[in-house]
């Protein structure tokens, strides 16, 4: 079969296409014309290329005569361009994504043939990968969702940035590493936002934050074993959150390159109540700020190990934590301590949970020339401060420096 008759027979799939419409593309087709190339053999390429041209025409109409296929045509390898303003962390990526392909198993012209983006079905639902970005910090991810039985117009829209923007989000389940050997991550409040395109289609971004930012390339191994959402419809149940949830497997490799123009690392090492905020690295779609915060320390006993073991894995014999992990995690308490990054004008950055000693913010489109960074380790000054924000637009560069116990002024252009 060759690439037309696929593209014939992908169009048949539509059960509700007019029989009006299949009349004029078959007129279209039939006078069409054979071009002789100048060794004498058929110019195939030239009528293939001749009768994608008459389909895109009788396309038009096919869209217009069958609106539900219209909402069908593909936004794979657009979806950044989709999204990237209405999303947290958003910022022009599409001109810098690559576009993600598999190969059909098909040739023409003795070139292998792909198709856009990465597909994987199971349970109802179909992912497909589209588009990847790396600055070095995080991987970006673009996906397309569809889902067979619907229901995605009664995903709730959430607010993004501190402002009046929103986006809807997609719960998804499973963990991911990289291909050098790096330890498996569970997906944790790493979700799929966007939006929706219609009943079936969902489409959005995914950030995973990468443990270091030292390499020129690497490989995404993505495991996702479940996919949910919630719903408006159900507001009223006791637990609202995820309100639809399918479990399955949707396996991806994806091969990334890194921007490693794209990041600045900038020493600070300014002190204060023991904590110390050592460096800042710049993106154009984040900042990072690394704080070293003080902990205090306990004994962490192996009895205490292995209660905790048993009761979370169910006395498996391998927890998957060893004891020596467990006490490192376990026998340290961290003071308080909450990181605003602001920029030259005194705006407020929007920011992730903090963890790890790491404080993520994000630039939204914004040109950064200065940020001012504080570091608080009193609650109560640190949500004086950013309620400021909120009803002003700008914190109190002076009185947030007199109550942080770090407060450092970093220039980046």
């Known amino acids: 079969m060759n690439q037309l008759e696929n593209m014939m027979d992908r169009i048949r799939e539509d059960q509700s296409v007019p029989e009006r419409v299949w009349k004029k593309l078959d007129i279209a087709l039939c006078d069409l014309p054979d071009y002789e190339d100048g060794s004498g053999k058929k110019g195939s390429r030239k009528k293939f290329a001749s009768a994608a041209a008459a389909i895109a025409v009788v396309g038009v109409t096919l869209c217009i005569s069958n609106p539900a296929l219209a909402a069908k045509i593909p936004l794979l390898g657009k979806i950044f361009e989709e999204v990237e303003n209405n999303i947290p962390f958003s910022g022009d990526y599409s001109e810098k994504a690559g576009v993600l392909a598999q190969a059909t198993g098909e040739e023409r012209d003795g070139d292998p043939l792909a198709s856009p983006g990465i597909v994987k079905s199971d349970a109802g639902i179909t992912v497909t990968a589209s588009e990847v970005y790396c600055d070095g910090l995080s991987v970006f991810l673009t996906a397309q969702i569809d889902v067979d039985q619907g229901g995605l117009h009664n995903l709730p829209a959430h607010y993004i940035d501190g402002g009046d923007s929103t986006a809807e989000m997609l719960y998804l389940r499973g963990e991911w590493n990289l291909s050098d050997g790096s330890e498996a991550q569970d997906l944790f409040n790493d979700n799929l936002e966007g939006k929706v395109i219609d009943d079936h289609t969902f489409v959005g971004m995914l950030k995973l934050d990468l443990e270091d930012y030292n390499r020129t390339e690497g490989e995404l191994s993505l495991r ?144 950064l020339s200065k940020l001012y960074i504080f570091v608080f380790d009193d609650m109560d000054k640190d949500l004086e401060v950013e309620k400021s924000s909120s009803e002003s637009g700008s914190i109190d560069i002076q009185k947030a420096g007199a109550d942080a116990a770090v407060t450092a002024e970093v220039t980046i252009q």
């Open 224 to 367: 996702l074993s479940s996919i949910g959402w919630d719903d408006v419809t159900m507001l009223d149940a006791e637990d609202i959150s995820e309100s639809h949830r399918t479990e399955g497997q949707w396996e991806f490799d994806i091969p990334f390159t890194v921007d490693t123009e794209a990041v600045r690392e900038i020493a600070v090492g300014k002190e204060g109540n023991g904590y110390t905020l050592e460096k800042v690295i710049v993106s154009p779609y984040q900042v990072v700020a690394y704080v070293d915060v003080p902990f205090t320390e306990r004994e962490v006993t192996r009895e205490e190990y292995e209660s905790v073991m048993a009761e979370k894995t169910g006395a498996k014999e391998d927890p998957g934590l060893t004891y020596e992990e467990y006490a490192e995690q376990a026998g340290k308490t961290y003071q308080f301590w909450n990181t605003v990054i602001c920029d030259q004008d005194g705006e407020m950055l929007f920011s992730n949970p903090e963890g790890d000693g790491k404080a993520v913010a994000a630039v939204d489109g914004k040109e």
